[in-house]
């Protein structure tokens, strides 16, 4: 069986969390081409002219500048082309209205980033899962 693995964009404006995500990867043997933008204004460009095939899969953090997670999952979602992509929201938002309105948005999940490495570790393994799933 042939490895098909699947483009990941992680849309997230700080680099300590950045670092962690690619150590996590590695960690769990994760070899997926994972495609960094630093906010929504940023991703949303490389959406249109960058990633060759398009991401199945979008971790996507909330509070970011220029253009917020809900303001960047709002036009994915009214994107004809982008609208079916998988997105994980990976946030320290632990706001009821973040969550809905992300869930309102058809989110695959929100995930609370976790005080240590070991649980967010853990973390980007159950998305690993998910994703295999992805590549069938």
Do not use: H
């Not at 495609?35 to 490389?46: K, P, T």
């Not at 899969?57 to 009214?78: A, H, Q, T």
């Amino acid at each position: 069986m042939s490895e098909k693995l699947v483009n990941i964009l992680l849309v997230e404006d700080d680099e300590v969390d950045v670092m962690n995500v690619k150590r996590a990867f590695l960690k769990n043997n994760i070899k997926n081409p994972l495609f960094i933008a630093g906010n929504g204004v940023e991703a949303l460009e490389m959406l249109e002219n960058t990633i060759v095939p398009l991401p199945r899969i979008i971790i996507l953090d909330i509070n970011m500048p220029k253009m917020n997670g809900i303001e960047f999952l709002k036009i994915v979602r009214e994107t004809e082309k982008l609208k079916n992509i998988s997105v994980f929201v990976m946030t320290t938002s632990n706001e009821d209205s973040d969550k809905i309105k992300a869930y309102d948005l058809n989110v695959a999940g929100y995930i609370l980033k976790p005080l240590s490495f070991e649980k967010f570790l853990m973390s980007v393994s159950t998305l690993k899962n998910y994703w295999q799933l992805c590549e069938m």
